[in-house]
């Protein structure tokens, strides 16, 4: 069975398509419109082995707000989408990765339960024209999205650009753990029979 999920979202402040394999090669197609974000997002695709194409126009003249939350939004839902019922998944993903004189870990749960733990502080405000506060509201959206509980956690790191390259690059590779099929695995993975 493919774990493929498409999605349009067309608003009056962006214009997004946004297709995601689970189980791809690493392999991305990304035009954001966000510099930083397409880099960020091709870090996270290679790390977790997914396939990602992204077209997105927004309203980058008043400034990435918008565009990188609604990339958070429908990357999301489309997750949530290719996963379906979730049947024989691992759930759980944990990764550290290094970045030089960073440290991120990241860990989710695929649980349909939302919520953004993140233990994160950015040295500089900015990483050229890109607000670092919006890798807050990225993330918030795609767990919220996702429908899924993720903790980001910072153990130490001096320069803000390799703290975030850290933190995407984590969150790939967690999520590729996490959604990995695991031949052991019988059903749902939940004494509730359902996630």
């Known amino acids: 069975m493919e774990r493929i999920a498409k999605i349009t979202r067309k608003t009056n402040e962006t214009n997004i398509e946004l297709t995601l394999n689970i189980d791809g090669q690493g392999i991305s197609n990304l035009k954001t419109g966000v510099p930083f974000m397409t880099h960020m997002l091709d870090l996270f695709t290679k790390h977790g082995q997914f396939d990602l194409t992204i077209q997105a126009n927004g309203d980058t003249e008043v400034d990435d707000h918008h565009t990188t939350e609604d ?3 429908c990357l999301g839902h489309v997750l949530k989408e290719a996963l ?3 049947q024989g998944i691992k759930r759980y993903g944990n990764a550290f990765v290094p970045m030089d004189e960073a440290l991120a870990q990241v860990v989710v749960d695929l649980s349909n339960r939302p919520h953004l733990e993140m ?7 900015k990483v050229g024209t890109f607000d670092t506060e919006l890798v807050h509201e990225f993330l918030w959206k795609l767990a919220l999205e996702a429908r899924m509980n993720l903790h980001v956690i910072v153990h130490y790191g001096q320069n803000t650009h390799h703290i975030i390259e ?3 690059k984590a969150l790939g590779r ?4 996490a959604t990995t099929i695991d031949p ?12």
């Not at 233990?119 to 405000?125: I, T």
């Not at 052991?184 to 996630?195: N, Q, V, Y």
């Open 71 to 73: 990339i958070g939004i």
């Open 84 to 86: 379906g019922d979730k």
């Open 119 to 125: 233990r994160a502080a950015f040295p500089s405000q």
């Open 166 to 168: 850290a933190i995407f």
């Open 174 to 177: 967690a999520l590729d753990e």
């Open 184 to 195: 052991r695995i019988k059903g749902i993975p939940s004494t509730k029979g359902m996630l």
